[in-house]
């Protein structure tokens, strides 16, 4: 079964707390992603990953850091959340990095109070 | 950067009708250009893409076409269903890189 998984779905934090996001997939696909979706704004690119340890800067990186140690598993990591940093998270897969049908999960809704 | 524009942010429709759905594109180097369907509390899911060496793609009830003199690709969905009921995503990226940009969404309700 093809499946992006994403936890916790809902999660509510403190600013300056730190927020920990995780994601796996059960495909094998090298290139993983990061994005926030924001009303109005659809949805930005955050970080790609194109396998493990090999992670690149997407449009909005700054706050944000990511962790691939295992093919399988992608992690977004918020050190001290500011509460704009508010929004719904989707993690994605593809098979490669170029011009690939993307899986999404179904998303983390966060909140920074 | 790339940036793409989506042009309606909600439509509606009644079932059985067509529906349409524009977007623009700032990067002539952008040549794949996929769409997405959100349904509610759901991530995207991919539905259809087109890439610069063709104008025209169909797969069953939806149509893409592509414009590259005018930056311009557009979606339409024949025959309207309930189900079609949806966010809709236009995007695009150049050749050779999965970055997608993607545009601020359509709100497509279909009336029964």
């Known amino acids: 079964d093809m499946k992006v998984t994403q936890m916790p779905r809902y999660l509510i934090k403190r600013m300056g707390e730190n927020v920990l996001l995780e994601c796996g997939q059960d495909?094998?696909?090298?290139?993983m992603y990061w994005y926030r979706q924001d009303p109005g704004l659809g949805l930005q690119l955050i970080y790609i990953s194109y396998d493990v340890d090999s992670n690149s800067e997407g449009d909005i990186p700054k706050g944000y850091r990511v962790s691939r140690k295992k093919r399988e598993h992608f992690s977004l990591i918020l050190d001290s959340a500011k509460t704009n940093q508010t929004s719904v998270y989707f993690c994605?897969?593809?098979?490669?990095?170029?011009?690939?049908?993307?899986?999404f999960g179904s998303g983390t809704r966060l909140t920074v109070l | 950067g790339e940036k793409v524009e989506q042009h309606e942010s909600t439509l509606s429709v009644r079932e059985g009708d067509s529906a349409v759905i524009n977007c623009t594109y700032t990067d002539t180097a952008s040549s794949y250009f996929p769409w997405y369907k959100q349904e509610a509390g759901k991530g995207l899911h991919f539905v259809i893409d087109i890439r610069s060496n063709v104008d025209r793609k169909q797969s069953q009830r939806l149509i893409v076409l592509l414009d590259k003199k005018a930056k311009r690709f557009s979606l339409h969905i024949t025959a309207t269903q309930p189900e079609d009921s949806a966010i809709y995503f236009c995007?695009?990226?150049?050749?050779?890189?999965?970055?997608?940009?993607f545009g601020q969404g359509t709100v497509l309700s279909v009336i029964p």
């Open positions: 495909m094998s696909h090298e290139t």
């Open positions: 994605a897969s593809s098979l490669g990095p170029s011009a690939e049908t993307l899986y």
């Open positions: 995007a695009a990226a150049t050749g050779g890189n999965n970055k997608l940009t």
